[in-house]
């Protein structure tokens, strides 16, 4: 029991007992609704038995009182009330000092508030996304500002950082890049055998894994790894090194964050994708021969003869040179969304994700784009 | 004619509607150390990003040493920023690089020497902030925040700059840590002849090391020696330095000058 109710001639007389805490509100609750109030004009309380009241228990003593009075009854205590309360007290009627900021004075348009707040989403979204493409090209003048003046010595290039760079978005990208080539050829095989058996063409199933691989998927789904791993890395590690003031002690020392941070990186990417694109062709290749040999017997020599006899001078060069296009795509997304971090982690989180969503949506379209351009001129 | 060490003048900085400074003046001299005090959201950092050239000001002038560094680009910067040192509040290390490869980092950029004279160098700058030879090799983030302020102060001293800009270089440390740290601050100062501009909200270091202090208020400067300043009027002045702290450290700073001893 946290609340004993005697009823006496002028009213109610409340002794509150036990523990009054957060954890135990419910009871609280319970036990203060159970209150009759009507006909009561005096109650009188006792707090002596409280064992414990913390701010939760006296907030909801303070709303029975509130309720009390609003019924009609004149409120006592026996002995001073609890501190608390007076706390809580002070705090509603707002006497307590209050950190305030300025709030901006919201326009009369004399519309309906519904439709302002649309236009006023609709404007918004506008302006940022407006802002945002400004910003995305002062990026990429920037880039190309500081590219001419970093190609003036090879110091400045900082071919260290590139090697660097190459190690972390290429080397250690090796095994889950040629992994991936190798479960994309079998995929394509295996499809089109299906397919292609009913009209005794199995041999073609060699053309389809060569070209596809080649062309498309070597390079398109090493890109897409690469946003994913290297396109994330670029945001997060510029991003907190905006948020650790390293980018504001760069710029102190006299060091061109962009000569020093963005540039390597997009040089490392642009060299490590090709060469991760020319593994993923092999393995790729090399998958489409195992699978051919034991689901078609297809022996590897005749497969090797059909995959020449398939590709075209062209093949071969038409995936190869959309990797260094396709990691400008990754790398300047990365960058850029990386080098727009301030003030928050969440900010950090946030644009890492857009980052990666974006390069990933920027390779598709450039390949989309690509395959028009190739087909226009007929290679 | 001897120019200030840095001249501010007419400062304004806005932020949209938001003026932060408007028409800021202020001057450090040789060999002094410089306080900046100011309530939170005054605009000390925006004060000391528009003098490190990290941001341009809407109207205004910096010099630093007799050079106007508002008009100047990128490459004449680069060579301003050669002659001052920096510690940024929270270390700002380079998180990839060692403590070692983070003193040795502006003077790959601005100086040229042999790999064993920078490797000496930068142990010696090490050593001066107090750090143990041994913290050298470590990475930022297995140091503590005592000996990351002193790896910062080492890597502003690497290119042996006369002006060295301090924010809050006592913040997050303990009192005992951050008297260690305003005592080495003011040893290195008299040694190597530094004019020291510090921005802190430190009560006892302001005491402890500052000649000179300028109180932002009311989006301008209020700058006098630490005597005066305690005797300015401006009610926000009078309550900072007339908490209970400041009054207990006056009170320490006046018997300790009548006393015989006392110098």
């Not at chain 1, 009075?69 to 501190?83: C, N, V």
């Not at chain 2, 003077?107 to 790999?115: C, K, Q, Y």
């Not at chain 2, 100062?189 to 402890?208: A, E, N, P, W, Y």
């Amino acid at each position: 029991m946290l609340v004993e109710v005697r009823r006496t001639e002028q009213g109610l007389d409340v002794d509150l007992t036990g523990d009054w805490r957060a954890l135990g509100l419910a009871q609280i609750d319970a036990e203060l609704s159970g209150v009759d109030l009507t006909t009561a004009h005096r109650i009188t309380l006792d707090t002596k038995s409280l064992t414990a009241l913390d701010l939760s228990g006296a907030w909801r003593l303070h709303e029975f009182l509130n309720q009390a009075r609003a019924a009609g009854a004149e409120i006592q205590f026996k002995g001073s009330p609890p501190d608390q309360l007076r706390l809580i007290d002070s705090t509603l009627r707002g006497e307590r000092p209050v950190c305030v900021e300025p709030k901006p004075v919201p326009h009369e348009h004399g519309l309906a508030p519904l439709t302002e707040a649309g236009l006023a989403e609709i404007g918004l979204f506008s302006v940022r996304e407006g802002r945002d493409l400004m910003a995305a090209l002062a990026f990429l003048g920037r880039i190309f500002s500081t590219l001419g003046r970093a190609l003036t010595s090879f110091k400045r290039l900082r071919p260290i950082s590139i090697a660097r760079h190459i190690y972390d978005t290429g080397i250690t990208a090796m095994p889950i890049t040629a992994l991936i080539a190798f479960l994309i050829s079998v995929i394509i095989a295996y499809m089109s055998a299906q397919q292609l058996r009913r009209f005794g063409a199995e041999i073609f199933v060699v053309d389809l894994v060569t070209i596809g691989v080649l062309r498309e998927m070597g390079v398109l789904l090493t890109s897409i790894i690469v946003a994913g791993r290297s396109g994330s890395a670029f945001a997060a590690e510029l991003g907190s090194m905006k948020l650790n003031e390293e980018v504001d002690a760069l710029v102190a020392i006299g060091v061109d964050p962009y000569e020093a941070l963005v540039l390597p990186r997009l040089f490392g990417l642009m060299i490590a994708l090709p060469l991760l694109t020319i593994v993923a062709d092999i393995i790729g290749i090399m998958g489409g021969a195992l699978l051919c040999r034991y689901l078609l017997d297809i022996p590897i020599t005749q497969y090797l003869t059909r995959v020449n006899e398939a590709i075209t001078p062209t093949t071969f060069w038409v995936g190869l040179m959309k990797a260094p296009v396709f990691a400008m795509l990754i790398g300047m997304a990365g960058a850029y969304r990386g080098m727009q971090v301030r003030d928050s982690s969440r900010e950090l989180g946030r644009l890492t994700t857009v980052a990666v969503v974006q390069s990933i949506f920027l390779v598709i379209l450039a390949d989309a784009l690509f395959a028009v351009l190739f087909m226009e001129i007929g290679i | 004619m001897i120019y200030p060490v840095l001249e501010v003048q007419g400062l304004v900085n806005r932020f949209g509607s938001q003026i932060v400074h408007n028409g800021l003046n202020m001057e450090v001299r040789e060999d002094e150390v410089f306080g900046i005090v100011g309530g939170s959201g005054t605009g000390k950092s925006v004060l000391l990003r528009s003098i490190l050239g990290l941001q341009r000001p809407n109207a205004g002038v910096i010099r630093i040493e007799g050079q106007d560094i508002t008009k100047m680009s990128f490459s004449q910067l680069r060579i301003v920023k050669a002659r001052y040192g920096v510690t940024f509040q929270q270390g700002a290390l380079f998180s990839a690089l060692t403590v070692l490869q983070n003193v040795q980092l502006p003077m790959l950029e601005h100086l040229h020497l042999s790999v064993h004279e920078r490797d000496e160098l930068a142990m010696l700058k090490i050593r001066l902030s107090g750090l143990p030879a041994d913290a050298a090799g470590k990475f930022p983030a297995q140091l503590s925040g005592g000996m990351i302020k002193r790896a910062a102060l080492a890597r502003a001293l690497a290119l042996d700059p006369r002006l060295l800009f301090l924010d809050e270089p006592t913040s997050g440390l303990d009192p005992i840590s951050a008297a260690e740290f305003d005592d080495l601050i003011l040893y290195l100062q008299k040694q190597l002849r530094l004019t020291v501009v510090m921005i802190t909200h430190d009560l006892d270091s302001i005491f402890r090391t500052c000649n000179r202090v300028g109180v932002i208020v009311d989006r301008h400067m209020e700058i006098d020696t630490l005597e005066g300043i305690v005797r300015n009027p401006h009610p926000w002045i009078q309550s900072y330095f007339h908490g209970e702290r400041g009054n207990a450290r006056l009170q320490e700073r006046s018997t300790a000058s009548v006393s015989p001893h006392g110098t």
